[in-house]
């Protein structure tokens, strides 16, 4: 497996290739303005040009496979946005691999917002069990003042294995107010689970 990209250095075209493990940089001879450079060329230019090419050589390469494994990735490394964002800065990344990156960051941003709202969610919802909890046993009593110890269920009289449920569930916007929770026998609560009144019926 290898690849071959076309590149221009100071006008001067040549060839970078990787094939079976190895790197080879190649120029065409025959080319008119590789035969005009090296022609016309003196040591000192030709030093330049080859010490600008093998300054750039790893980063030139490393861009290059990087291309070719960048769409297999299944399980990117933890530095993952980071190298995406070096390999997009060099020079030698084509302007689809760019979109390619940009794509993939959004769509790391998109996960990255979505992990920092379910952590947000979830730190609340352990915030407001934890004051129901504190709570739960003057709402209980409120609640058996109200409508007596008994399921609230309209085909139901049961007085045992009473818990409490909330009207409209704490997912679908209700809450711990005691005009939105109700006593239910453990069996209608779990019918009901997280569904609205309407949905019920």
């Not at 490393?62 to 060099?90: H, M, Q, Y």
Request: glycine share 4%.
């Amino acid at each position: 497996m290898g690849w071959k990209r076309d590149l221009r250095l100071r006008d001067i075209p040549f060839s970078v290739l990787s094939e079976f493990g190895g790197r080879y940089l190649c120029f065409d001879i025959n080319t008119p303005a590789v035969k005009e450079f090296l022609t016309s060329a003196s040591n000192e230019e030709v030093k330049i040009l080859l010490s600008t090419i093998i300054a750039d050589f790893d980063e030139m390469f490393e861009v290059f496979d990087f291309e070719c494994w960048f769409w297999d990735v299944r399980n990117p490394p933890d530095n993952w946005e980071e190298e995406l964002l070096r390999i997009r800065a060099s020079k030698y990344a084509s302007d689809s691999l760019r979109r390619s990156i940009d794509d993939k960051l959004e769509e790391l941003q998109s996960a990255k917002r979505k992990r920092v709202e379910q952590d947000v969610k979830k730190k609340l919802v352990a915030k407001r069990r934890k004051e129901f909890q504190s709570n739960r046993d003057y709402l209980l009593l409120a609640l058996i003042e109200r409508d007596g110890w008994v399921c609230n269920h309209p085909d139901c009289d049961s007085q045992e294995d009473l818990t409490i449920d909330h009207v409209i569930p704490l997912s679908k916007g209700g809450t711990d107010e005691l005009g939105n929770l109700q006593l239910l026998c453990r069996y209608h609560n779990s019918l009901k689970n997280d569904k609205l009144p309407s949905e019920c019926a």
